[in-house]
């Protein structure tokens, strides 16, 4: 499968602190994305990273993507309350042009105030 | 405010029984997906679209039928003949199927509970 699996499956956390999550995949991407998604609601896109970047930010988000050793990792600084959700990794691997996204199984973040 | 309706948010299903989870965007996204989640398994593709009166199969779509009569409306049709139906159902949609570098847009779901 092309699935893409995220590690840890669970995280739990202080206020303040960081959050790391990583993904790994199994064949080439175009890109790899990054959902968020709180108990009970549909999934919100939060980071994309294209097959040719290394690193993109976007406020207290900060995505990695390694092709050669097909991992990314997404880190959380200054976690809040209100960042406990579950976090999710998908991968647009087509070759067609046309693609659809695969997800990972999902790290489920608690932050603790 | 643009984005995806999905209706209902619950859904009580009898044996045997069809039914239909409604999605509508109002985003003029080419294409649209279904996805159903379960407990510790992820989001897995049922069918999706990228033009009216076209869709394809994703990797479960057994049980399972949809329509695209309308660029805005995506139904699903849960079948009787899908024999495990209870889990939480995701419509999306996305710019184009071939714009690669935009994410999805999701609804915010539909729980079906076969009872």
């Known amino acids: 499968s092309q699935q893409g699996e995220e590690d840890p499956q669970a995280l739990s956390i202080q206020e303040g602190e960081n959050a790391t999550m990583n993904c790994s995949y199994k064949t080439s991407i175009n890109n790899l994305q990054w959902y968020r998604q709180n108990s009970g609601r549909g999934l919100v896109h939060l980071i994309l990273?294209?097959?040719?970047?290394r690193e993109k930010h976007s406020g207290r988000l900060r995505v990695t993507l390694d092709t050669s050793k097909k991992s990314s990792s997404l880190l959380i600084t200054a976690s809040r309350a209100a960042d406990t959700a579950s976090y999710f990794c998908a991968t647009d691997w087509g070759n067609s042009g046309y693609s659809t996204l695969t997800f990972g199984k999902g790290t489920m973040l608690l932050v603790s105030p | 405010d643009g984005g995806i309706t999905q209706s209902p948010k619950y859904l009580f299903r009898k044996e045997g029984q069809n039914v239909t989870l409604s999605c509508e965007q109002n985003?003029?996204?080419?294409?649209m997906y279904w996805y159903r989640q379960d407990p510790g398994q992820g989001l897995r593709l049922i069918y999706y679209?990228?033009?009216?009166?076209?869709?394809q199969k994703g990797d479960i779509a057994e049980g399972y039928s949809v329509s695209r009569e309308k660029k805005e409306s995506f139904p699903l049709t849960v079948t009787s003949a899908q024999k495990n139906p209870t889990a939480f159902y995701l419509c999306a949609s996305s710019i184009r199927l071939d714009r690669v570098d935009y994410g999805y847009t999701f609804g915010s779901g539909t729980r079906l509970t076969v009872v």
């Open positions: 985003l003029n996204h080419d294409a």
């Open positions: 990273i294209r097959s040719n970047e």
């Open positions: 679209s990228q033009i009216v009166n076209d869709f």
